[in-house]
Structure formats: C-alpha cells, structure tokens
C-alpha cells in the first residue's frame, strides 16, 4: 500500500502561484503513475494533472499552460506548480497513486484564490 502527504496549499490572490507537492511513502515501487485531482464546492472531483513513470503527461483543458506536474523519484514525490491561478481554481486539491491496480489518495489541501 502506498501513503500519500500533501502540502503547499493556501490562500492566495488571483495571478499568483503556488506549489503543490505529495510525498508517497510505502510500497512506492509498484507505483504505476501519479496525479493531482481537485474538488471544488459542489462539484465533483475531476483531474487536474498526472503523470507516469516515463514522465508522459496529462492535463486538464482548463489548466493547460498555468499548471505544470513533475516528478521526483529519488525524494519520492510528485509537485504541481499552479501559475496564474484563478477564483475557479479553488478547491481541495488530492493527491492520486496508482498502484497494483489500486488507487491511493492523501487527505487533501486547499487551495483558495481570491478575486
């Protein structure tokens, strides 16, 4: 099983940035590909950004260009750099490892954009 920690949400105002980052620990070799999903209030959560263990990419149409994920794998995490944010980008953002066939989630981290 693998455990994932997020950190690097918060507040912040529209045109900013912040940076996202999941630590996984556990049984971190059988991972088959990461990502970053997002809930905002009264929506479902959707994909935001994955990627795989050949570094292919995928993102959601909305944040093409103002989102970029990337991986580490000698520190073990997966970071999600969020550039010119906007009110729409708010939510609580997961992070997502696939595994054995299994999907594993962190707890979550807000993210809020003021306009």
């Known amino acids: 099983q693998v455990q994932l920690v997020e950190s690097g949400g918060g507040l912040v105002q529209a045109g900013g940035s912040l940076r996202l980052s999941c630590l996984a620990t556990g049984n971190i070799f059988s991972i088959d590909s990461m990502g970053w999903y997002r809930r905002a209030p009264g929506k479902q959560r959707e994909l935001v950004a994955s990627?795989?263990?050949?570094?292919?990419?995928n993102y959601a149409d909305s944040v093409k260009g103002r989102f970029t994920i990337s991986r580490d794998n000698a520190k073990n995490t997966v970071a999600l750099q969020m550039n010119i944010l906007k009110p729409e980008d708010t939510a609580v953002y997961y992070c997502?490892?696939?595994?054995?066939?299994?999907?594993?989630w962190g707890q979550g981290t807000q993210v809020t954009v003021s306009s």
């Open positions: 997502n490892a696939r595994s054995m066939g299994l999907v594993n």
């Open positions: 990627i795989t263990t050949s570094d292919n990419t």
